[in-house]
């Protein structure tokens, strides 16, 4: 697209949706149409930028034609507002929103019939490439023990991580099973012997971690260990912003950060 990417920001005042505010003001591929918050946020008619009156947080959405791509980071309620706005008026829509049930993941699914959707429970462009080489290496080797170990700040409620999660599927996709049938969660008192083919979880919570995901694939007298390190959650910002602008004028479908990856690579 040579134009600039016109852009709407949901959940604008977010911890994710301040990160994506503030890379915005010096990436000249986008232009900021709308930053919307929800009904009662206190943000609402603030400008969004200190001394520039012309943007303001807002939870009206834009006319038709106005958009290219909304990127979400809000909630259930404000992602299907989202979804709603975006197949009206046929807007490419990257979310990260979690936390959806069953019943809006499959309406997520029927909208990508009608528009680009891009789903990623970390938008990281590290961890996907991790995600995909795991996949490889689990494949690879089928025999081998498999665990991974993450670690988040002291303030997370959930165990394991989605994005731990997200490995142990695409691992078990690589291995022909599911995480239903080979996960293992939790390892206390006699055990007895690993059962073969399980893929096991551990879990640390301590500090200001921002997110370190590590996983061993353990061998007879060898292993291999796939890591992932962040130090700055601006990396996630960075990463909706690479997904917005690759999925900007694409066809309806559901795409993933490993469809955007795999297009680079080609190229």
């Not at 936390?99 to 990508?112: E, I, N």
């Not at 007895?192 to 590590?214: N, Q, S, Y």
């Not at 007298?221 to 690759?246: C, K, M, Q």
Request: glycine share 10%; net charge negative; aromatic share 6%.
């Amino acid at each position: 697209m040579s134009r600039p990417v016109r852009l709407a920001i949901n959940g604008a005042t977010g911890r994710m949706g301040q990160s994506l505010l503030g890379l915005i003001k010096g990436d000249a591929r986008f232009v900021l149409v709308a930053a919307i918050t929800s009904p009662d946020s206190s943000h609402r008619g603030q400008p969004v930028y200190v001394g520039d009156d012309s943007l303001r947080f807002t939870h009206g959405w834009p006319s038709a034609n106005a958009l290219d791509v909304v990127i979400d980071f809000s909630g259930p309620a404000g992602l299907a507002e989202a979804l709603t706005y975006c197949e009206s008026h046929g807007v490419a829509l990257v979310t990260g929103t979690t936390g959806v049930d069953a019943t809006f993941s499959q309406r997520l699914a029927s909208s990508a019939q009608r528009i680009a959707l891009l789903r990623a429970a970390n938008f990281s462009l590290g961890v996907a490439v991790l995600t995909r080489l795991l996949r490889e290496a689990a494949a690879a080797l089928p025999d081998w023990d498999l665990d991974i170990i993450e670690a988040h700040h002291n303030r997370k409620e959930d165990a394991p991580s989605g994005t731990a999660l997200a490995l142990g599927e695409a691992a078990a996709d690589g291995r022909n099973t599911t995480l239903a049938e080979s996960a293992v969660y939790a390892r206390e008192g006699r055990t007895g012997p690993r059962a073969h083919g399980t893929i096991g979880f551990a879990v640390v919570r301590g500090g200001d971690i921002v997110g370190e995901h590590v996983a061993l694939l353990m061998g007879q007298g060898e292993r291999v260990e796939l890591a992932h390190r962040a130090t700055d959650r601006a990396i996630f910002a960075r990463g909706a912003l690479e997904a917005a602008h690759w999925l900007s004028g694409r066809t309806a479908g559901a795409y993933d950060l490993d469809a955007m990856l795999s297009e680079r690579a080609a190229h």
